[in-house]
């Protein structure tokens, strides 16, 4: 409750200053949005990543027992050059919650987990288009 009571007065202090008014649930949201407070199609694009994220693990979008509590960022480095371990680590969560039955490295899941990492990009210009 003190996330939805923070984010709906977020969301009228914004639509005061911008005419409009935005509710997003907590791991979906745009991490971009907090600075902006602008969103865009990209905006869109990080959360169809998230959703992603979620079938491919079996995880919830935010899960506060859970260290850090929001999925996305279970997956983020430091390092941008380290994607194809990123990936890795997302395959062997797939393959954990799907039982382990098939190929961890099976092509479809590949892309799958490499396009949520990209479409959770915290900055919306290195994410992919919605095209």
């Known amino acids: 409750a003190g996330v939805a009571r923070r984010l709906r007065a977020d969301a009228k202090a914004a639509a005061a200053v911008t005419g409009t008014r935005v509710i997003g649930t907590d ?5 971009e949005y907090e600075d902006t407070m602008q969103l865009s199609y ?3 694009v990080f959360s169809v990543g998230v959703v992603i994220l979620e079938m491919l693990t079996g995880r919830q979008a935010r899960d506060p027992s859970a260290r850090p509590p929001i999925l996305w960022r279970r997956f983020r480095s430091i390092k941008a050059e380290d994607l194809d371990e990123r990936i890795r680590r997302v395959v062997t969560e797939a393959a954990a919650c799907w039982g382990g ?3 961890p490295g099976a092509r479809p ?5 490499g396009l949520a990492l990209r479409a959770t990009a915290v900055f919306s210009a290195d994410r992919p288009s919605a095209e």
């Open 27 to 31: 791991g979906y949201m745009d991490p």
């Open 42 to 44: 990209k905006s869109d």
């Open 101 to 103: 039955g098939g190929d």
């Open 109 to 113: 899941t590949v892309a799958l987990a």
